[in-house]
């Protein structure tokens, strides 16, 4: 009986240049509507992979859709759950805890801003006081890579990045891949000693 393994995106550091154009494509992908452009956008670009840059090295950070993962496993209200091999937030039901945050092995879950058709949603209880009123504080929802699930050609990220340091990864078919690979070599070894 063989278990089906969740794929996710790899970020190859070695290409990655820090043009944070798979942020961009990210942001836009997830859009409710088209734009031509992001000088259209009506809401802040929030991406769900983050490009972080130390010393030498620059990727992006996304989610790697675990197996057994922490996030789902902490979420009080079960708002993050499996669907079709992809680790996914329902964001109607994430309360803002950062339960899942803290979990991430990686870090690649964010607190965002929540909109609805490019308007900001409000709590309904939960008010801040600005000047001399009592306005109502605006709802954040827990936001991650969902391999762009609702996107028929796959991930933006992938799709988008000018040095091809983004993949997509599929776990058996790589280990399939490897295993032919070192099947070929051992095999031409072998049959050069042979003869």
Do not use: W
């Given at each position: 009986?063989g278990?089906?393994l969740?794929?996710?995106v790899?970020?190859d550091?070695?290409?990655?240049?820090?043009c944070?154009v798979?942020?961009?494509?990210?942001?836009?992908?997830?859009?409710s509507?088209e734009?031509?452009t992001?000088g259209?956008m009506?809401v802040?670009?929030m991406p769900?992979?983050?490009?972080?840059?130390i010393?030498?090295v620059?990727?992006?950070?996304q989610?790697?859709h675990?197996?057994?993962?922490?996030?789902?496993?902490i979420?009080?209200?079960?708002?993050?759950?499996?669907i079709?091999?992809k680790?996914?937030i329902?964001?109607?039901k994430?309360?803002?805890?950062?339960?899942?945050m803290i979990?991430?092995?990686?870090g690649?879950?964010?607190l965002?801003?929540?909109?609805k058709?490019?308007?900001?949603?409000?709590q309904?209880?939960l008010?801040?006081?600005?000047?001399?009123e009592?306005?109502?504080?605006?709802?954040?929802?827990?936001?991650?890579?969902?391999l762009?699930?609702?996107?028929?050609?796959?991930?933006?990220?992938?799709?988008a990045?000018?040095r091809?340091?983004?993949?997509?990864?599929n776990?058996?078919?790589e280990?399939?891949?490897r295993?032919?690979e070192?099947v070929?070599?051992?095999?031409?070894?072998?049959?050069?000693?042979?003869?």
């Open positions: 009986m278990i089906q969740n794929s996710f790899l970020a550091p070695k290409k990655c240049i820090g944070k798979c942020e961009v494509a990210c942001a836009v992908a997830h859009r509507e734009l031509k992001v259209n009506d802040p670009i769900r992979l983050y490009l972080v840059r010393a030498d620059t990727m992006p950070i989610c790697r675990c197996e057994d993962a922490p996030c789902a496993n979420c009080p209200v079960s708002a993050i759950t499996q079709d091999n680790i996914i329902n964001e109607e994430c309360i803002g805890c950062k339960s899942c979990a991430c092995p990686f690649a879950i964010e965002a801003a929540a909109y058709e490019g308007r900001p949603i409000l309904n209880l008010t801040l006081n600005s000047e001399d009592f306005i109502h504080k605006q709802s954040a929802v827990a936001s991650k890579c969902d762009c699930i609702d996107r028929s050609n796959g991930p933006a990220c992938i799709e990045c000018p091809q340091a983004l993949s997509y990864e776990v058996k078919m280990k399939k891949r295993n032919a070192i070929s070599k051992t095999g031409a070894t072998i049959k050069n000693f042979m003869v």
